[in-house]
């Protein structure tokens, strides 16, 4: 049995790490951190748990986590960093799904986040948890950077197309939609229902931090430098990412179609839908699967790629558990056979 720990175990992100790993047969929760609510039992802050987590809140103690074989970080940027190294020492497996180790170029990360690194010693050895690409060198690490939300439904969307070098890789446009969830459970106004109910916009358009993990990742894929416009949005719902992705063929006619049937055929959580789908985010909420389609509007150079997934499942903790499954040697899907939820 795989004792975990998870810190940060009262925000949306940790809840479903909580969620998804009670029903995992091979995993013990065993430690479940949070300042605020220390000596609190789980289940009495989140009574959905009742009957499944036995547990209480704890402070995000190194010795304490250290009787773990994996300790989760589903924290704010900053907090993984100034405990792994103390926690790779003591022989625990980190899976951090915050921002702290996903960028190679530390002073690139220090720009877009706005601190000093704490560890940056260790950012060489983090292996960038997008299973789908980064399977074999996941399954021997010891610390994964779990991608953002953006940056999985957004690569995923582009890897077939970018790894065959069919497109213009300097004029791709990735106009992303999230629901409110991806902003955190902190109490803030922009994220209000009554702020963002009947209501659409996009943000930072000048610059989101994700976009250097989504270039970095791309670039891995392109053999080269990539351009690309991201323009994120706030959608009112709680759950969901849309990727719109647009690119322009260098040349044709190729069966695009086809292209992403064969890169993701052995892919459990991703699905590839009948040509001319249109998927909706409500067909992977509560699910592990990023579902893709593939249009080419009017047969013409222009590839549009509809990428959706669960901001809080496929974008962060499904995600997590499917790396650490690798890093256990367990099989992929293993805890993760979640049909969606409808209505």
Same mark, same amino acid.
């Given at each position: 049995?795989?004792?975990?720990?998870?810190?940060?175990?009262?925000?949306?992100?940790?809840?479903?790490?909580?969620?998804?790993?009670?029903?995992?047969?091979?995993?013990?929760?065993?430690?479940?951190?949070?300042?605020?609510?220390?000596?609190?039992?789980?289940?009495?802050?989140?009574?959905? &748990?009742?009957?499944?987590?036995?547990?209480?809140?704890?402070?995000?103690?190194?010795?304490?986590?250290?009787?773990?074989?994996?300790?989760?970080?589903?924290?704010?940027?900053?907090?993984?960093?100034?405990?792994?190294?103390?926690?790779? @020492?003591?022989?625990?497996?980190?899976?951090?799904?915050?921002?702290?180790?996903?960028?190679?170029?530390?002073?690139?990360?220090?720009?877009?986040?706005?601190?000093? =690194?704490?560890?940056?010693?260790?950012?060489?050895? @983090?292996?960038?948890?997008?299973?789908?690409?980064?399977?074999?060198?996941?399954?021997?690490?010891?610390?994964?950077?779990?991608?953002?939300?953006?940056?999985?439904?957004?690569?995923?969307?582009?890897?077939?197309?970018?790894?065959?070098?069919?497109?213009?890789?300097?004029?791709?446009?990735?106009?992303?939609?999230?629901?409110?969830?991806?902003?955190?459970?902190?109490?803030?106004?922009?994220?209000?229902?009554?702020?963002?109910?009947?209501?659409?916009?996009?943000?930072?358009?000048?610059?989101?931090?994700?976009?250097?993990?989504?270039?970095?990742?791309?670039?891995?894929?392109?053999?080269?430098?990539?351009?690309?416009?991201?323009?994120?949005?706030?959608?009112?719902?709680?759950?969901?990412? =849309?990727?719109?992705?647009?690119?322009?063929?260098?040349?044709?006619?190729?069966?695009?179609?086809?292209?992403?049937?064969?890169?993701?055929?052995?892919?459990?959580?991703?699905?590839?839908?009948?040509?001319?789908?249109?998927?909706?985010?409500?067909?992977?909420?509560?699910?592990?699967?990023?579902?893709?389609?593939? =249009?080419?509007?009017?047969?013409?150079?222009?590839?549009?790629?509809?990428?959706?997934?669960?901001?809080?499942?496929?974008? @962060?903790?499904?995600? @997590?558990?499917?790396?650490?499954? &690798?890093?256990?040697?367990?099989?992929?899907? =293993?805890?993760?056979?979640?049909?969606?939820?409808?209505?």
């Amino acid at each position: 049995m795989i004792r975990a720990g998870i810190v940060g175990g009262t925000g949306y992100t940790g809840v479903e790490l909580l969620r998804i790993l009670a029903s995992h047969s091979e995993v013990d929760v065993a430690v479940v951190t949070s300042r605020s609510d220390e000596g609190l039992r789980v289940d009495a802050l989140y009574p959905s &748990l009742r009957g499944s987590i036995d547990a209480l809140f704890s402070q995000p103690d190194v010795e304490t986590l250290a009787t773990c074989d994996v300790v989760f970080f589903a924290t704010p940027n900053g907090t993984a960093m100034q405990m792994a190294e103390q926690l790779l @020492a003591r022989g625990v497996k980190v899976i951090d799904l915050s921002a702290d180790f996903r960028i190679k170029n530390v002073k690139e990360w220090e720009k877009w986040y706005g601190m000093r =690194h704490a560890s940056p010693g260790l950012i060489a050895e @983090a292996v960038y948890g997008l299973p789908e690409v980064n399977r074999v060198a996941i399954k021997t690490a010891r610390l994964v950077a779990c991608p953002g939300c953006y940056p999985t439904a957004v690569q995923l969307g582009f890897l077939p197309l970018v790894e065959q070098g069919l497109i213009d890789e300097e004029t791709l446009i990735a106009d992303v939609k999230s629901g409110v969830s991806g902003a955190g459970r902190k109490a803030e106004l922009a994220t209000l229902m009554s702020e963002t109910g009947e209501s659409f916009k996009a943000y930072a358009v000048g610059g989101h931090r994700h976009l250097p993990e989504i270039r970095q990742g791309l670039e891995i894929a392109a053999g080269k430098s990539v351009g690309l416009t991201f323009v994120p949005h706030l959608t009112p719902m709680i759950r969901g990412i =849309h990727a719109t992705l647009y690119s322009q063929l260098k040349a044709g006619p190729h069966d695009i179609q086809s292209l992403y049937e064969k890169r993701y055929s052995e892919e459990y959580f991703v699905d590839v839908l009948p040509s001319g789908a249109h998927p909706d985010t409500r067909n992977v909420r509560g699910s592990n699967k990023c579902q893709i389609a593939v =249009h080419q509007p009017q047969g013409g150079q222009t590839i549009v790629i509809l990428s959706v997934i669960d901001n809080l499942v496929k974008g @962060a903790a499904g995600q @997590a558990i499917q790396n650490m499954n &690798l890093m256990f040697g367990l099989r992929e899907e =293993h805890g993760l056979k979640i049909v969606a939820l409808y209505p």
